[in-house]
């Protein structure tokens, strides 16, 4: 009897488990640093800052006015966060959020404020 007992109450935990899933999202997890292909599709049509600003607004505010993010795309850098204004989507792999110290390790000062990274498709 105890035996039954333990099957039911793992049976119900599993099913519990898996509507929970299912109501967050179908199991999906979103990642705070990349906004994908798939996500950028979404939003045809937008300019990237557009993009961001609706899927990862806290990118755009950096260590604040004084140290904004800086923005590269293709692994070249374009410039402050004036340059999202300026970039159509359509041809967007991904956009990569890199906070203060990751950006300071992987391109040196000046990017202490973090970097927004876009990669684009290959022509």
């Known amino acids: 009897m105890r035996r039954r007992s333990y099957r039911l109450a793992a049976i119900v935990i599993v099913a519990l488990a898996s509507a929970c899933t299912a109501a967050a999202g179908g199991g999906t997890r979103r990642n705070a640093d990349v ?9 045809a049509g937008f300019n990237a800052r557009e993009v961001v600003q609706r899927l990862r ?13 800086v923005v590269f795309v293709d692994g070249i850098r374009m410039g402050g966060l004036e340059v999202l204004n300026t970039l159509q989507t359509s041809q967007f792999r991904e956009i990569r959020h890199r906070s203060g110290p990751d950006a ?20």
């Open 57 to 69: 607004p806290a990118w755009l505010r950096g260590r604040g006015a004084a140290d904004p993010p």
């Open 104 to 123: 300071t390790t992987l391109y040196g000062t000046g990017v202490g404020g973090g970097t927004i990274e876009i990669r684009t498709r290959s022509p």
């Open 35 to 43: 906004i994908t292909a798939e996500e950028i599709a979404e939003f």
